[in-house]
């Protein structure tokens, strides 16, 4: 059994797809961010970087627990668990590999970024910061375009956890300004995947999840944000 800590955002979106991909067993076990849970000493303990999501495999290595968190190495440990959504030829495995980083530390990051500075930051003051992302947002969205333009999926021909990883920040596309029928390989490629089991069980879940976020208090937000008090520079 697998203890699965989150809430709603696209970095644990990946994870409840995964787990319904490969029917895995699991726990889900809410995390309020927006009400400051991952401050906690028991949540400190399960990741030192106090952000979800993150696991606990009671069948871990050896038969034994084990926890892991970053979303990209949940499901790098998943699909080696399983033996599922990761080739085994070294090479396609590496391709899928890039692509997986290319979500965690460009898609993650950049649109995560965005959706900061245009729902909650101030816009006066900082438009540099606002135009400086969504460049980059949109630029991501061609990159992929082009990349889904070569392959059926973004690690190759077939299905991967790079395009788990990447499907749940794309959900939002309008929203990025990203104009999908401009998009047909894009198109193609999320339309497929929003069909899948998988995906649609995701969604049903989270939409059965309660978040403090429509309530969270400025102290809460100034915490998540790091802002205000919070603020280290
Ligand atoms: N690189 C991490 C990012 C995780 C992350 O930013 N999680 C957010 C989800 S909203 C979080 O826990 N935020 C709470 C906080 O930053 O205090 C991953 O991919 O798992």
Redesign the pocket.
Same mark, same amino acid.
């Given at each position: 059994m697998i203890d699965f800590y989150?809430?709603t955002?696209p =970095? +644990?979106q !990946?994870i409840f797809i995964m787990l319904e991909e490969c029917g895995l067993p699991y726990t889900f076990k809410p +995390?309020d +961010?927006w009400a400051?849970a991952?401050?906690s000493s028991e949540f400190a303990k399960l990741n030192p =970087? !106090? !952000?979800?999501?993150v696991i606990v495999d009671h069948e871990g290595p050896g038969g034994k627990p084990y926890t892991v *968190?970053?979303?990209?190495?949940?499901l790098m440990y998943l699909a080696d668990k399983t033996g599922k959504f990761m080739p085994k030829d070294m090479a396609k495995k590496y391709d899928v590999i890039q692509w997986l980083m290319v979500q +965690?530390t460009g898609v993650?990051?950049s649109f995560?970024n965005f959706t900061h500075f245009n729902m909650f930051a101030p816009k006066p003051g900082n438009e540099y910061s606002f135009s400086r992302y969504k460049t980059e947002v949109l630029r991501l969205y061609e990159l992929i375009e082009q990349r889904l333009g070569q392959t059926k999926y973004l690690g190759g021909n077939e299905y991967s956890i790079a395009d788990m990883a990447t499907f749940p920040w794309t959900r939002q596309h309008t929203a990025h300004g990203a104009k999908i029928d401009q998009m047909p390989n894009f198109k193609r490629w999320f339309e497929e995947l929003s069909a899948r089991a998988a995906v649609k069980a995701m969604i049903a879940k989270q939409a059965d999840i309660k978040s403090s976020r429509e309530s969270a208090t400025d102290d809460n937000k100034d915490? *998540?944000f790091?802002r205000g008090k919070y603020a280290r520079a």
């Open positions: 989150g809430l955002s =970095n +644990v !990946k +995390v +961010v400051s991952q401050h =970087n !106090k !952000k979800i999501p *968190f970053e979303s990209g190495a949940i +965690v993650g990051p995560g915490r *998540f790091g």
